[in-house]
């Protein structure tokens, strides 16, 4: 099955990049890199999610690089970035930190958007000096810092630990997805979208996570059962805004309203009513205001041109 599958038509369909980067992190691996909109202009960086793509931000990229530079990069295992053999929060962190590298000036700030496993790949760097050279404010959408299994809602049955153990068994299979069938489309709709997610979005989303390889989902999985980011959040002192939707299963709310309270800066939760765990795809208007604003408030981004009101 194509590590590339997506829509290829409509608002999901990834657009062209203007420019394409290989960036290299701390051990070797080499990172798809792709630059939409033109220099000059304020710059975002997008880093998605476990299972996902640069597909999953084509919406954000599609609206945002109307008036920003924005970098989106696969990471690694997933999409155009090769397998790699470190899997850890500790890569994901030398991960970001070589696309900030690569893709802006020494001393150009962005605005960093992550969602899932991409919001836990800015809370394990923030505490990092490139971190603190390149990023003037966070969006962390759709994730938390720990207790990932213990506390999603995939299964129906009452928090525990047999809801924990087969949790984790279901999240961390080896076995392949296989083609995108009504059934799958079920399945993945209920697992990580709201119960009225239109059928374009449904589609948009399982074609994107059935891409990834197995080896890759469930290498990442071992890594996200056992994470524990909460002592990096002192670190994430620009200023975060959090986004989640109510109907989350994979990170429930209880997640972001924790971040928001850890949080040395945090200057915004909002609570998406109805709507699940893909909140870019979901809720792209609302995504893309969301960097927008934290566009806006920092003077510290690149804003050599006119900003649009949001």
């Known amino acids: 099955m194509s590590r590339l599958m997506h829509v290829a038509s409509g608002v999901y369909a990834p657009p062209t990049p203007r420019r394409e980067v290989v960036a290299v992190s701390a051990d070797g691996a080499r990172l798809h890199v792709e630059v939409h909109g033109e220099d000059g202009a304020p710059v975002v960086v997008l880093a998605h999610g476990w299972t996902c793509s ?22 690694r295992g997933h999409g155009r970035s090769p397998a790699a053999v470190a899997h850890s929060t500790t890569a994901l962190a030398d991960d970001l930190v070589a696309v900030l590298g690569a893709a802006l000036d020494p001393g150009e700030r962005a605005v960093v958007a992550g969602h899932s496993m991409g919001g836990m790949t800015i809370m394990a760097a923030a505490g990092r000096p490139e ?56 399945v993945l709709k209920y697992a990580t979208m709201g119960p009225g997610s239109a059928p374009d979005r449904v589609e948009a989303c399982a074609r994107i996570v059935h891409a990834c390889p197995p080896k890759v989902r469930h290498a990442w999985s071992e890594v996200l059962a056992g994470l ?83």
């Open 228 to 310: 524990d980011l909460d002592a990096h959040l002192a670190a994430l002192t620009v200023p975060t805004a959090v986004i989640v939707g109510t109907a989350d299963r994979l990170t429930p709310l209880t997640h972001a309203r924790r971040l928001a309270a850890a949080l040395p800066n945090c200057v915004g939760l909002t609570e998406l009513t109805g709507m699940g765990h893909m909140t870019p795809i979901e809720a792209p208007e609302a995504v893309s205001g969301a960097v927008r604003e934290l566009v806006g408030m920092d003077t510290n981004v690149n804003t050599d041109v006119e900003e649009k009101t949001t």
């Open 131 to 186: 971190f603190a050279e390149h990023v003037a404010a966070a969006l962390l959408c759709s994730t938390g810092s720990s207790r990932l299994v213990e506390e999603a809602r995939v299964l129906p049955l009452r928090a525990g630990r047999a809801r924990t153990r087969i949790t984790g068994a279901v999240l961390g299979s080896r076995a392949p997805l296989g083609p995108v069938t009504p059934v799958a489309r079920k």
């Open 54 to 75: 640069t597909a999953f931000w084509a919406a954000q990229v599609r609206e945002l690089a109307k008036d920003h530079r924005v970098v989106a990069y696969d990471q």
